[in-house]
């Protein structure tokens, strides 16, 4: 977009998230060229000695946060990148479990702004690059990065990383990515590396992702051949051929993605021992996933979008329910238009008595009307999810559990009318 004038490093840095919004046609922008460019002439491509890249449809966060939980106790510095954010622009980019102030963010937007010349960047590449730059700044030991969307395109994918991980594969994104799933198989897998460790959490993945392993030389590490992992009641166990790690504490995130998360360190050819790993586990937690903001209700919100995240979520509510012997569900739903409403919905059904659903604002998002169809003909909608979640509390009795789903923009709404 022309006649913009690029902000001052000092600038604030909701100043400089407006001007990259307005800077580029498409929020999303699929493709290598323009954000490698700049890249290679910003020096960004290695920005530590050892980087973790993540790809897949659901269980990225939590795998991000559990390998940086774990680096963290095994005394290395870890930068995270990861998106989208809930509240606030800042969580995108940890050090050391931290977030940043706004001026540091700031420096880096402009530092990128000044390497790209006259290359336009979508928000994406550009905040991808600008969080490249502050782990370079800030020395980190080892970088953990999430893939925004697909894997082969996006951004992140133009650095030189050491161990690929792909935690699960299912239908989502079908606008960008379609609803074949060896396409996306192949899409996720573009992330591998010649020669470099590639670990694959899902079961049964689509032929084209060993078949891509196999093709340029990449070290597939497939759960249940290469490593596995079993459950008891209060302790899991992980083995990787010989090697096992017994009577390991149950994480507070999803169980699968944990598995994977140790077999991505145990090919990184880093120093971490099994007590790391063990108080890594017992710290890892990550806003938005299975988080309980209250007790007295039981309030409880995850960003569960799509079919696959939702059974998931729906099995942890069913235990819990059992658990701590609560009545009835009460669920605060908003989501995107482009997500598979009706199944994910579906999946959710079994276990939640009373439905809220709410709209989003925004192109992409879903009205309560769109929702409605799918939900029993006594429900009624909300224009909004706070007017939801309010109502949901009214109605909830205190041996009930109220819970919030369907987007990361829906948690984070709900996040801020909490504060």
Not at 17 to 45: F, P
Not at 195 to 200: H, N, R, S, T
Not at 371 to 387: H, M, N, R, S, V
């Amino acid at each position: 977009m022309s006649g913009l004038t690029a902000p001052q490093a000092t600038a604030s840095l909701s100043t400089w998230l407006k001007y990259l919004e307005q800077l580029h046609t498409s929020a999303i922008d699929l493709g290598l060229d323009r954000v490698k460019a700049v890249g290679e002439k910003a020096n960004l491509i290695k920005p530590a000695p050892c980087v973790i890249t993540v790809a897949g449809t659901n269980g990225k966060g939590s795998t991000c946060a559990m390998l940086e939980a774990i680096l963290i106790e095994a005394g290395y510095k870890v930068g995270v990148y990861s998106s989208p954010h809930l509240v606030r622009y800042n969580e995108r980019v940890r050090i050391n479990n931290e977030e940043l102030d706004d001026s540091e963010h700031s420096k880096a937007f402009a530092s990128v702004e000044a390497a790209r010349g006259d290359i336009s960047l979508s928000l994406f590449e550009f905040g991808t690059l600008a969080a490249l730059t502050l782990f370079k700044t800030h020395k980190v030991d080892v970088v953990v990065l999430e893939v925004g969307l697909g894997g082969r395109l996006d951004a992140t994918n133009i650095v030189d990383h050491d161990v690929s991980v792909i935690t699960s594969l299912a239908i989502d994104h079908v606008d960008w990515l379609g609803d074949n799933i060896d396409v996306i198989g192949y899409e996720k897998a573009g992330i591998f590396r010649s020669g470099k460790p590639a670990i694959c959490g899902q079961p049964h993945p689509p032929a084209t992702v060993p078949a891509h392993a196999d093709d340029i030389g990449a070290e597939l590490h497939q759960v249940g051949y290469q490593f596995d992992y079993q459950v008891a009641d209060d302790h899991w166990n992980w083995q990787c051929g010989a090697f096992d790690l017994p009577h390991l504490p149950l994480p507070n995130l999803p169980l699968p993605n944990a598995a994977t998360a140790l077999m991505a360190l145990g090919t990184a050819e880093l120093d971490i021992s099994e007590e790391h790993i063990i108080q890594g586990l017992s710290k890892a937690q990550l806003p938005g996933r299975m988080q309980r903001v209250s007790d007295d209700p039981l309030i409880i919100m995850d960003v569960a979008h799509n079919p696959h995240s939702a059974e998931y979520f729906a099995q942890q509510l069913n235990r819990i329910k059992q658990k701590e012997g609560k009545k009835h569900i009460h669920a605060v739903v908003a989501m995107l238009h482009d997500k598979d409403i009706a199944s994910t919905i579906a999946m959710m059904k079994d276990v939640v008595e009373h439905w809220y659903p709410a709209s989003l604002t925004g192109p992409r998002a879903a009205t309560a009307d769109e929702i409605l169809q799918y939900l029993p003909t006594d429900c009624t909608g909300f224009d909004k999810p706070e007017a939801a979640f309010d109502q949901a509390l009214t109605q909830a009795n205190r041996d009930d559990m109220v819970i919030v789903f369907g987007s990361f923009y829906t948690v984070g709404q709900i996040t801020s009318h909490l504060r």
